[in-house]
């Protein structure tokens, strides 16, 4: 394999409409500051100026709803954060 083929990213694009106009954010799965608390940060990222901390993937589902993403796109984004998950979870070792 390559490095684009093994490179893993830690935001993903996430496309939805406001106010009839088609608009592109991100959906970010990153370690949480503390790493000893063994968390995920999972934060959408409107593509204006909105940005918010999730606290589940339900919450970001309901946030995708809101913003009017289409099925397709919120089930492209939770395989995202599945795989993030998964990748950030074998990453730390326990102490």
Known sequence: MNNQQTEQ????DVHYVRDNKPLT???C???????????ADI????GEKD???VRSTTELMSILIKWKVSFEERK????FVAER???LAAEVTPE
């Open 9 to 12: 990213h830690s935001c993903t």
């Open 25 to 27: 954010g991100a959906v």
């Open 29 to 39: 799965v990153a370690l949480n500051k503390d790493i000893r608390q063994r968390k």
């Open 43 to 46: 934060i959408f990222m409107g």
């Open 51 to 53: 940005t918010w901390s």
């Open 76 to 79: 492209r984004v939770f395989d």
């Open 85 to 87: 998950l998964r990748v």
